[in-house]
């Protein structure tokens, strides 16, 4: 008998290309597409469970197995890591990290030490460690261009997807950090358990990736 899997999806932006994804593989995924405020579906012609949670949350419950795939971005996957495969990139969910300053701003210019705002310290750290630069960094929840324009820091790293918040804001990028886009992760132990029931999802989702090349 068919193992019935389960999927952990990004909530938000990837939910609804992760959902557009599955539908054009075959997935009747109307029960996510109307979730209410239920946050596990099961879908009518498929067997596959859909929970829908924040993205660290989904590498949490890959990692731990409660859920055997997961859709997330490769932004929290290099902010949080851990230990599970990373399969698939998926293509959608496109952007960037990169480093921002206030327009204009010098930013190599100085031998003091620069203070970097970001809702991922741990992006920041290794961009400025591969650089043998030694910034502080300050964590910021969100809207983090707000840092320097308040003079809380001297630039940010952040996710910039079409720029607009930046420019918007008098700030402007001058370095890329890393490129981030959807991923599909699998728990190391359900590869092996349910080795042909990943297998046939994941054959699906790569010939349709294949075939929008
Ligand atoms: C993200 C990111 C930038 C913005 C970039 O913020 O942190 O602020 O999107 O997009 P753009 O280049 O298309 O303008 P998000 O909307 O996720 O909210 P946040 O500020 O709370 O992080």
Not at 95 to 124: E, H, M, Q, W
Not at 145 to 152: K, M, R, V, Y
Not at 182 to 201: C, G, H, P, Q
Request: hydrophobic residues 40%; proline residues 4%.
């Amino acid at each position: 008998m068919s193992e019935w899997l389960r999927i952990a999806l990004t909530k938000g932006r990837l939910q609804d290309k992760s959902v557009e994804l599955f539908e054009s593989i075959g997935l009747d995924c109307s029960p996510v597409r109307n979730p209410g405020r239920r946050l596990i579906h099961t879908l009518p012609n498929y067997p596959l469970d859909v929970v829908l949670a924040k993205a660290p949350d989904v590498i949490t419950y890959v990692e731990h197995g409660v859920c055997d795939l997961g859709v997330v971005g490769k932004d929290t996957i290099l902010e949080k890591g851990g230990a599970f495969y990373e399969v698939l990139d998926l293509g959608f969910g496109r952007c960037r990290f990169a480093l921002a300053v206030k327009k204009g701003s010098d930013f190599y210019g100085t031998y003091k030490t620069r203070r970097i705002a970001s809702k991922y310290p741990n992006v920041t750290r290794t961009f400025f460690e591969g650089r043998g630069m030694d910034v502080d960094i300050i964590k910021i929840e969100g809207s983090v261009e707000l840092a320097p324009i308040l003079d809380l820091a001297d630039g940010i790293v952040d996710i910039v997807e079409t720029g607009a918040t930046l420019r918007e804001n008098g700030l402007e990028p001058i370095e890329d950090v890393a490129q981030v886009s959807a991923r599909l992760i699998v728990n190391t132990a359900s590869m092996k358990l349910y080795k042909n029931e990943i297998t046939d999802f994941l054959s699906r989702v790569e010939q349709k990736l294949g075939e929008r090349a």
